[in-house]
Each structure stands twice: as C-alpha cells, then as structure tokens.
C-alpha cells in the first residue's frame, strides 16, 4: 500500500453498516461476513471516502490517544483488499466523495489498537442462496436439496 493509493468500498459486491463504532460487512460474492470494531471501522469508513491515506491520516491520527502506525494502517488495508471488501482506484478521473475526511461521532475514541479483521463463514450457505431458484415452495430459507 503506497501513501498515494486511492481506494472505495466494493459497492458491487458488498453491503455494509455502521453503528456505534462497529461496521459489519456481507461480502455477497463469497458469503463471509466481517466485524469491524473501533480503528477498524474507522480505516475502512476512510478508505471508503476515496481518498488517499496522505489525505485523511491527519483525521486518523488525531482521533485517538495514542499515534496510530501506517504500517498497522497498510497491513489492514491489505486485508480489506484480499477479502474483497475495498477495491484499490485506478485512473485520473476518480473523485473523492467530498473534501472533508471526518470520522463519525458515534463511539469514544481513546488509545489506538491495531485493527482486527473479524471474517465469519458460518452463513455462507444462507447468503449465497438464489431466493428464487435454489428454494423450496416455502420459499427463502428453505434450499431445495438440503438436510435438515
């Protein structure tokens, strides 16, 4: 991950909310789930923004007690990249949704912690199903085929 970087979330293929300073995140394509707590929910809302790690580490770094590390920040964006949750932008025409990086005021900030990737797979088979053709008369959740 280099400091210039821009990157968005994977809007074709993910959903994700926040609430009280934890994201949670479907990857719709292989049908894992992620938690993100605190300054992983932070990292990835900006990463969302479009812009640069240049441009809203000011924000990161003054949000927390303790100073952050890029190096923690670029080991995480790693993995949000391998798990398809962000994409990395590419071209010159990109814009960054707004100018302002500020984090949400929804949970108290205090010392700065690594962020943590929480992957779940125990719903992958429920995610993945086709409502319309993979299901019984009685519809979504039941799955043609499967063993109760």
């Not at 071209?91 to 960054?96: H, M, N």
Request: proline content about 6%; glycine content about 8%.
């Amino acid at each position: 991950m280099t400091e210039n970087i821009r990157y968005r979330n994977n809007f074709e293929d993910t959903s994700h909310e926040r609430l009280d300073g934890e994201t949670i995140v479907i990857n719709l394509a292989t049908g894992h789930y992620f938690s993100l707590s605190g300054p992983a929910a932070d990292v990835f809302y900006l990463c969302c923004s479009g812009a640069t790690l240049n441009e809203w580490w000011p924000q990161l770094a003054g949000s927390y007690l303790s100073e952050p590390t890029k190096e923690e920040v670029a080991t995480f964006v790693t993995s949000l990249l391998a798990a398809g949750l962000v994409l990395e932008v590419k071209g010159p025409s990109f814009e960054p949704i707004g100018t302002e990086h500020t984090l949400p005021d929804d949970f108290v900030r205090g010392v700065w912690t690594a962020p943590v990737l929480e992957e779940f797979e125990d719903l992958q088979d429920l995610i993945l199903v086709d409502p319309i053709h993979d299901t019984t008369n009685l519809g979504w959740p039941y799955v043609e085929g499967a063993s109760d």
